[in-house]
């Protein structure tokens, strides 16, 4: 990557955020002219025990930033799907004793898909779930109609928020 293209941004800090580029991308370049002789430096920048300081507190604050990148896809994800459920395709990523994980790659999304009761009262409708371990398979029976589900099947399923509790929607 060239230092002199500002073709990019990196919200993961303030000073970041006003510079074309990354802090660690600068302590690299440093340490790469310094090793070979190219540039004269500062002695703090070759003590060990000061890099390694340096470079936890870097992998913290990109950690942090990898955090919020992923809150924000979530949040936004969830103001995509508020009040407009949608049905999509989506694929069997694992199977749980109670659920499935199903991959939406429509939509980039992936998360769990338990089997609840369609009507409380009607115990009929209640799913009758029986998994197997070894086979991981999972059979779903509900009005005596048995759907298997394995890893890698087909699905179609509806994506909506659950709002149930308003402190974590997802």
Do not use: W
Not at 24 to 42: E, M
Not at 55 to 63: E, V
Not at 132 to 150: C, F, G, H, I, Y
């Amino acid at each position: 990557m060239n230092l002199f293209l500002c073709q990019y941004a990196c919200f993961s800090g303030f000073l970041e955020f006003f510079c074309c580029f990354r802090y660690a991308d600068v302590l690299v370049h440093r340490l790469l002219a310094a090793s070979i002789g190219a540039d004269k430096t500062y002695p703090e920048l070759l003590d060990k025990n000061k890099q390694s300081s340096v470079c936890d507190r870097l992998n913290i604050r990109n950690r942090m930033a990898q955090y919020a990148s992923r809150s924000s896809t979530q949040l936004h994800t969830c103001f995509f799907f508020k009040d407009r459920p949608t049905c999509a395709v989506g694929y069997v990523t694992r199977v749980l004793k109670n659920a499935v994980q199903v991959l939406i790659p429509h939509f980039g999304v992936e998360g769990p898909v338990y089997f609840d009761p369609i009507d409380a009262e009607n115990e009929e409708l209640h799913p009758k779930i029986k998994f197997d371990e070894e086979k991981l398979n999972l059979s779903v029976t509900v009005a005596d109609k048995t759907q298997d589900l394995t890893v890698f099947d087909e699905v179609k399923v509806k994506v909506s928020v659950d709002e149930a509790d308003s402190q974590r929607q997802r």
